[in-house]
């Protein structure tokens, strides 16, 4: 069992792209929480829901029942992104780190529409600030 965070953006009608999203942390550090900022702002920004994948950290699971987490996750949210709410054909990954390894991204599933490493920071006045960039 792998938790989700589906955040949709406000007036939202009809089926939205879908980003999952994988927080940083190096497998180890990190959750749902600490990526909820972020995840609300992609939302809104891009008009799409984005899924907050809650994987398992080390120590308690080691390396790499994170990454099967996020595995399991991703094929999940493909094959039940119309009753998310999401456009199944429409699917981007987002990640902090290095959750997805490049060799394997094909392997999990073709259909994604893409992929993005993806940082964040703030700026001055506490706003959040989004920077990425396709890692294909």
């Avoid at 609300?40 to 950290?57: D, I, K, M, P, T």
């Avoid at 429409?90 to 893409?114: F, H, Q």
């Amino acid at each position: 069992k792998v938790d989700l965070t589906v955040v949709r953006p406000h007036g939202a009608m009809g089926a939205t792209p879908v980003f999952m999203f994988f927080h940083g942390g190096g497998f180890a550090l990190g959750s749902i929480v600490s990526g909820d900022p972020l995840c609300r702002a992609l939302a809104q920004q891009a008009g799409a829901r984005v899924l907050s994948v809650e994987y398992r950290l080390a120590p308690e699971h080691p390396y790499p029942a994170g990454r099967d987490d996020g595995y399991a996750a991703l094929n999940w949210v493909a094959r039940h992104a119309v009753v998310l709410g999401g456009r199944a054909d429409r699917i981007a990954v987002m990640y902090l780190g290095k959750i997805v390894e490049i060799g394997d991204r094909d392997a999990i599933v073709p259909s994604i529409a893409g992929w993005a490493r993806t940082s964040a920071s703030s700026s001055a006045t506490g706003r959040s600030r989004i920077r990425h960039g396709s890692t294909r």
